[in-house]
């Protein structure tokens, strides 16, 4: 071999060797700012905003549960389980507190940035920054709420990181995944249902395809049983603007699955039977609570029966993505305002994002049917690397937004599907990967500085992005929060009335919800729901229900104002009230009523404004 050749390869070894410490240097400098930068948003932002009916519910049966009753027995949750337990170990640990069901979150959020920086880190340093700054932006800081959402979130990206770092057929991977799968259902259930739908999606594509159609039945059958299963949850509960929007890419996908890559009957036995030991094993702590309490049929009324009536109510039904689009689009139209325009166009844009991820993924299966069998070597293998365990979960995931037509609804799923559209365009062509990190950018300086820490908005203000003026709540009750300022007034009154009216072991309830009074002022609650249509759900649980009125009457009593959330079943419960108690005050979206004295007559003292 000549010198010069010999210098030649070495020369290329030694630049080669630098480039990988550079990029490995760039890759822990990008690490070390997607985590700094999130940790400031996060902490910036812990403390901002409330919506107060969920903190208080979220609070008050996690201070239940720590005081020993009995989840789903002694005190209703409509979740699982394991949200509660979760929040009952944060206030175990930071104090009775509502800020304090937040700082898991915190962590939570940081961690997750960082497992996201990783997985986008193949694209190169800045691009991880941008996607995993975008997937804190659009996550926890803009419904700051203690849901259970924000752990399925996280368990999701654990679920994909597993199955983008351990490859295919290490031992124990499936198993992991069902386990990660039952604990996001242990936390919120129908999120849980979504996030398995997009493990055994992406687990069947990893799967080679059976050549003989009848060696295909299982794995179709398993493909179709979630098709047809999603499409009857699509009809019965969601929108037709949110079916397209959310619904089509994942029924599209489906069937594609189905049709172009089926597996053989033994692999997918095999697949099912590891996820569901996995899967068993998540759920024992919680089955083995129940077992031992005697509550497993009230486990089951609560999170199953109790679930499903939680969004028959006229509220629910009313609301719809297509409404904030629609009035975001007219605020463009009369340009009143620079700020209503940009935020209008940054609503509009964030609304369509999980069916623009949905338009990418198919186009590259319809493109490329090789690509639903990776044991193939297919003919464009970036359009293969599009269909990833990050872009199949984040499809499935945004079913979130399908349930409940409200904002927070897209920003559970907002910040995953945003990291998927990143992967996929990064490795593309320059002037369209420019665009989409230039948007993301933009639209991340725009969702921090209108919309983070401000949830409970209207159609009107959303699109708009109107901010109240905001104020500490921090001398009224148990909440380290900061709030808008109407939010504080009324919660100040309220703190002075309780005193005036009620001692420590005085009742208070809220019909037909209201517990963030419970919590916030510690009073108890002799009633066992905390969401009046969910647990009125037949004749039985009314009749219980008005039996604990009377032998056991509150002191005050706060009904939400106006009809949303009624139903038949419950509404003697709100007619009880206003026959033995006395309107006295009105605010906050309540009113409030005083037991009335046994000796008193039947005419009623006029309320407060």
Same mark, same amino acid.
């Given at each position: 071999?000549?010198?010069?050749?010999?210098?030649?390869?070495?020369?290329?070894?030694?630049?080669?060797?630098?480039?990988?410490?550079?990029?490995?240097s760039?890759?822990? %400098?990008?690490?070390? @700012?997607?985590?700094?930068?999130?940790?400031?948003?996060?902490?910036?932002?812990?403390?901002?905003? !409330?919506?107060?009916s969920?903190?208080?519910?979220?609070?008050?049966?996690?201070?239940?549960?720590?005081?020993?009753? @009995? &989840?789903?027995?002694?005190?209703?949750g409509?979740?699982?389980?394991?949200?509660?337990? %979760?929040?009952?170990?944060?206030?175990?640990?930071?104090?009775?507190?509502?800020?304090?069901l937040?700082?898991?979150?915190?962590?939570?959020g940081?961690?997750?940035?960082?497992?996201?920086?990783?997985?986008?880190?193949?694209?190169?340093?800045?691009?991880?920054?941008?996607?995993?700054?975008?997937?804190?932006?659009?996550?926890?800081?803009?419904?700051?709420?203690?849901?259970? +959402?924000?752990?399925?979130?996280?368990?999701?990206?654990?679920?994909?990181?597993?199955?983008?770092?351990?490859?295919?057929?290490?031992?124990?991977?499936?198993?992991?995944?069902?386990?990660?799968?039952?604990?996001?259902?242990?936390?919120?259930?129908?999120?849980?249902?979504?996030?398995?739908?997009?493990?055994?999606?992406? &687990?069947?594509?990893?799967?080679p395809? %059976?050549?003989?159609?009848?060696?295909?039945?299982?794995?179709?059958?398993?493909?179709?049983?979630?098709?047809?299963?999603?499409?009857?949850?699509?009809?019965?509960?969601?929108?037709?603007f949110?079916i397209?929007?959310?619904?089509?890419?994942?029924?599209?996908?489906?069937?594609?699955?189905?049709?172009?890559?089926?597996?053989?009957?033994?692999?997918?036995? +095999?697949?099912?039977?590891?996820?569901?030991?996995?899967?068993?094993?998540?759920?024992?702590?919680?089955?083995?609570?129940?077992a031992?309490?005697?509550?497993?049929?009230?486990w089951?009324?609560?999170?199953?029966?109790?679930?499903?009536?939680?969004?028959?109510?006229?509220?629910?039904?009313?609301?719809?993505?297509?409404?904030?689009? &629609?009035?975001?689009?007219?605020?463009?139209?009369?340009?009143?305002?620079?700020?209503?325009?940009?935020?209008?166009?940054?609503?509009?844009?964030?609304?369509?994002?999980?069916?623009?991820?949905?338009?990418?993924l198919?186009?590259?299966?319809?493109?490329?049917?090789?690509?639903?069998?990776?044991?193939k070597?297919?003919?464009?293998?970036?359009?293969?690397?599009?269909?990833?365990?990050?872009?199949?979960?984040?499809?499935?995931?945004?079913?979130?937004?399908?349930?409940?037509?409200?904002?927070?609804?897209?920003?559970?799923v907002?910040?995953?599907?945003?990291?998927?559209?990143?992967?996929?365009? %990064?490795?593309?062509?320059?002037?369209?990967?420019?665009?989409?990190?230039?948007?993301?950018?933009?639209?991340?300086?725009?969702?921090?500085?209108?919309?983070?820490?401000?949830?409970?908005?209207?159609?009107?203000?959303?699109?708009?992005?109107?901010?109240?003026?905001?104020?500490?709540?921090?001398?009224?009750?148990?909440?380290?929060l900061?709030?808008?300022?109407?939010?504080?007034?009324?919660?100040?009154?309220?703190?002075?009335?309780?005193?005036?009216?009620?001692?420590?072991?005085?009742?208070?309830i809220?019909?037909?919800?209201?517990?963030?009074?419970?919590?916030?002022?510690?009073?108890?609650?002799?009633? !066992?729901?905390?969401?009046?249509?969910?647990?009125?759900?037949?004749?039985r649980?009314?009749?219980?229900?008005?039996?604990?009125?009377?032998?056991?009457?509150?002191? &005050?009593?706060?009904?939400?104002?106006?009809?949303?959330?009624?139903?038949?079943? !419950?509404?003697p419960?709100?007619?009880?009230?206003?026959?033995?108690?006395?309107l006295?005050?009105?605010?906050?979206?309540?009113e409030?009523?005083?037991?009335?004295?046994?000796?008193?007559?039947?005419?009623?003292?006029?309320?407060?404004?």
């Amino acid at each position: 071999m000549k010198p010069a050749t010999v210098a030649t390869r070495v020369d290329k070894i030694e630049r080669r060797g630098k480039s990988k410490a550079l990029a490995s240097s760039a890759n822990l %400098a990008g690490f070390v @700012v997607s985590v700094a930068i999130s940790a400031l948003l996060l902490w910036g932002f812990h403390d901002k905003g !409330w919506l107060a009916s969920d903190d208080g519910f979220f609070a008050y049966v996690a201070e239940r549960v720590l005081n020993g009753d @009995v &989840l789903s027995r002694d005190i209703h949750g409509y979740y699982a389980g394991y949200v509660f337990f %979760a929040h009952a170990a944060a206030l175990w640990l930071f104090g009775l507190d509502l800020v304090s069901l937040r700082y898991p979150l915190v962590v939570l959020g940081v961690v997750q940035a960082g497992l996201m920086y990783w997985l986008l880190a193949p694209r190169g340093a800045a691009v991880a920054i941008i996607g995993a700054v975008a997937l804190t932006a659009f996550s926890f800081i803009q419904f700051t709420n203690p849901t259970g +959402h924000w752990y399925v979130l996280f368990l999701a990206i654990l679920i994909i990181c597993v199955m983008t770092w351990m490859p295919p057929g290490r031992a124990g991977r499936v198993e992991l995944l069902g386990f990660l799968v039952m604990t996001a259902f242990m936390f919120r259930q129908l999120s849980g249902i979504f996030v398995g739908m997009g493990v055994v999606s992406a &687990l069947l594509i990893e799967l080679p395809t %059976a050549k003989d159609g009848r060696d295909r039945i299982l794995s179709r059958a398993l493909v179709l049983a979630m098709l047809f299963g999603l499409v009857a949850f699509l009809a019965a509960k969601s929108k037709e603007f949110s079916i397209i929007a959310f619904g089509l890419g994942p029924i599209f996908l489906l069937i594609l699955l189905a049709w172009l890559g089926p597996t053989n009957n033994e692999s997918t036995r +095999h697949l099912l039977a590891r996820l569901v030991l996995g899967a068993v094993a998540a759920a024992l702590p919680l089955v083995a609570y129940h077992a031992l309490s005697g509550s497993l049929l009230d486990w089951w009324r609560d999170c199953v029966v109790s679930a499903y009536y939680s969004t028959d109510v006229t509220y629910h039904k009313g609301t719809d993505h297509f409404y904030y689009v &629609l009035f975001a689009m007219r605020n463009m139209y009369l340009f009143n305002s620079f700020t209503s325009v940009i935020n209008s166009i940054y609503w509009t844009i964030i609304t369509l994002i999980p069916f623009v991820l949905a338009i990418f993924l198919l186009l590259s299966i319809i493109r490329n049917d090789n690509l639903i069998d990776i044991t193939k070597t297919s003919a464009n293998i970036k359009q293969r690397q599009k269909l990833t365990p990050l872009s199949i979960i984040a499809l499935f995931y945004s079913l979130e937004a399908t349930y409940i037509n409200a904002p927070p609804y897209i920003y559970f799923v907002l910040g995953l599907a945003v990291c998927a559209i990143i992967w996929c365009v %990064a490795d593309g062509p320059t002037s369209p990967r420019r665009v989409v990190l230039s948007l993301t950018v933009a639209l991340v300086v725009i969702a921090v500085y209108y919309h983070a820490g401000r949830p409970g908005r209207g159609y009107l203000e959303v699109p708009a992005g109107v901010q109240y003026p905001m104020a500490g709540l921090h001398d009224i009750g148990r909440a380290s929060l900061y709030v808008y300022q109407r939010d504080v007034e009324f919660y100040r009154k309220i703190a002075r009335l309780i005193e005036e009216e009620t001692d420590i072991g005085d009742g208070i309830i809220g019909l037909p919800i209201g517990f963030e009074i419970n919590f916030l002022f510690n009073r108890r609650n002799p009633l !066992w729901f905390t969401y009046a249509p969910a647990s009125i759900f037949d004749g039985r649980q009314r009749d219980r229900a008005l039996d604990v009125l009377r032998r056991d009457p509150p002191r &005050l009593a706060f009904l939400l104002a106006g009809d949303a959330f009624d139903t038949p079943l !419950w509404m003697p419960l709100k007619d009880y009230v206003r026959q033995n108690y006395d309107l006295f005050e009105r605010g906050g979206g309540y009113e409030i009523y005083r037991r009335r004295p046994r000796d008193a007559r039947d005419s009623r003292q006029e309320p407060r404004s």
